[in-house]
């Protein structure tokens, strides 16, 4: 089996910033159904920052007509973040695979505030933030996505 290749999809990888909610409900569209091991989290409370690494479902991908469904895996990272709180999350289990469902925002003053990442399985993160900065990048080729199919979801 051979891995896609970004030429194949004539798209070049992303490489997105948010810095108000708008922004972010467009990377949150993104990562919608990113699944990554709970060992791919790190928040660095000297610096600041919070980061995971997705595998995340390419949901702009236009030639998805003439290929398998692919995922390509990311970084998901989020500057001045003040603290990080967690639930439903077990992280004594270094094999659990969680699903990111969505980002979303709760402002407070000034610009602050927190953001919400909703997991699947009724999880959730928590990061208190100074104000809205986040970037995602891709950081490797797309590959076909190992179930094959587009993720659902039931309404």
Avoid: C
């Avoid at 798209?11 to 922004?23: F, K, V």
């Amino acid at each position: 089996m051979q891995d896609a290749r970004f030429e194949d999809g004539r798209e070049a990888p992303l490489n997105l910033g948010a810095l108000d909610a708008d922004d972010l409900q467009v990377v949150s569209s993104l990562v919608q159904d990113a699944v990554f091991p709970i060992t791919e989290m790190r928040w660095d409370a000297r610096g600041r920052s919070f980061a995971l690494l997705v595998n995340r479902f390419r949901w702009e991908d236009e030639g998805k007509d003439r290929h398998a469904p692919e995922r390509v895996q990311s970084l998901l990272a989020f500057a001045g973040v003040l603290r990080v709180s967690s639930q439903g999350v077990d992280r004594s289990d270094k094999d659990v695979i969680l699903s990111l469902l969505s980002v979303t925002f709760e402002a407070g003053e000034d610009g602050a505030g927190e953001i919400l990442l909703t997991l699947a399985g009724d999880g959730a993160l928590r990061l208190s933030v100074e104000a809205i900065d986040v970037t995602l990048k891709d950081v490797t080729r797309p590959y076909v996505a190992p179930s094959k199919s587009v993720p659902k979801h039931d309404d």
